[in-house]
């Protein structure tokens, strides 16, 4: 496999009202290409703000991102972009008077990609949205797929999806596991997703679990499963579990 991108003793610290906070601590991570990797852990535990980090929406404070092994720590969000690194936002933006056709062709570049193509990857009928304004007509679950429509526009090495399933319906929500399998398939970008819904986690080739800020454990989705599984025998708390943070704790419930 082939390294794409490389986290070397990164630190993150940020001012707070009452000092400097760390939120990320000695992160050393390896991303390969064709991968899915589901960054999870409790709240708070510094997942966004490591993929902000890799996007350069955060920067370091100390440490080494490389991409194809160059130094990208210093390089702006724009700059990493051109290099192929792509962040989807847990809510969409909403273009008033911009067309789907447009905002495709914008994230195609020169890429000849057709736009019909796209849509259809990611489960939407071109005729259907092709000439409809991005607006508040769209649905949640169409916004996120429209959006990984323009990632796949991009042909990105790596691609970053924070809580994608957040504020959409179940039928939407089983588009988008549709949507990311066949991007897998399809496609040699590193996608990497912040989520701890299971069946995202089961999408994984590696679970990376953070806690504190800091990786806890990097483990294949069926024994982080199993874990969690074994820990909340007994009752259906699994999700609120694994979002809560219990990893070693038994479930009450």
């Known amino acids: 496999m082939i390294n794409v991108l490389k986290m070397n003793n990164v630190n993150v610290t940020l001012n707070g009202n009452d000092g400097k906070i760390e ?77 789907v056709k447009e905002m495709l062709d914008l994230a195609k570049g020169r890429n000849d990609t057709e736009s019909c193509q796209l849509l259809y990857d990611v489960g939407l009928c071109s005729q259907d949205y ?16 429209i959006e990984i429509a323009s990632i796949l526009g991009r042909d990105l090495k790596m691609a970053l999806f924070d809580e994608p399933e957040a504020g959409i319906d179940l039928w939407s929500f089983q588009r988008l596991i549709e949507t990311f399998e066949k991007m897998h398939q399809r496609y040699k970008t590193t996608i990497v997703i912040i989520s701890h819904q299971e069946r995202i986690l089961r999408l994984a080739d590696e679970v990376i679990l953070l806690n504190d800020g800091t990786v806890s454990e990097i483990t294949s989705h069926e024994k982080f499963l199993e874990k969690i599984s074994r820990l909340n025998s007994g009752c259906d708390c699994k999700n609120d579990c694994i979002k809560g943070g219990a990893f070693n704790a038994d479930c009450d419930r």
């Open 130 to 145: 092709l000439d409809r304004d991005i607006d508040s007509t769209f649905s949640g679950g169409e916004l996120k797929r």
């Open 23 to 99: 939120i990320l601590k000695n992160i050393d991570l390896t991303f390969e290409e064709n991968k899915i990797y589901v960054i999870t852990g409790p709240n708070g535990s510094g997942k966004s703000t490591l993929a902000k980090a890799i996007m350069g929406i955060t920067p370091i404070s100390s440490g080494q991102i490389l991409l194809d092994g160059n130094d990208i720590s210093d390089k702006s969000i724009t700059e990493r972009a051109k290099l192929g690194i792509g962040y989807a936002f847990q809510t969409p933006a909403r273009f008033k008077g911009l067309k």
